[in-house]
């Protein structure tokens, strides 16, 4: 089904008429996770498109690989 069919589809249906189907799942919130906030970082272009390259040979945004280079430096100074 395309995007588009499964839209239309879904307009049409509830997930209730599925209920017996669905799966209980457990759901967990940190509510001690520190907050995150924004670091706005500018990168030289050639910088930049190595990290997206090396991000998607590991199948992780750019964001994620940046944030797990970083806390593992800080970790080891």
Same mark, same amino acid.
């Given at each position: 089904m395309s995007y588009k069919e499964e839209v239309e589809w879904w307009d049409k249906h509830d997930? =209730?008429?599925f209920w017996d @189907?669905?799966?209980?799942v457990k759901?967990?919130?940190d509510l001690e996770k520190p907050k995150e906030e924004t670091l706005v970082l500018r990168?030289?272009?050639? =910088?930049?498109?190595?990290? @997206?390259?090396v991000a998607k040979k590991k199948g992780i945004n750019v964001s994620s690989?940046?944030?797990?280079?970083?806390t593992q430096r800080l970790q080891s100074s």
């Open positions: 997930f =209730t008429e @189907e669905l799966d209980d759901v967990i919130v990168l030289q272009k050639d =910088t930049k498109e190595k990290l @997206e390259k690989l940046a944030r797990l280079w970083l």
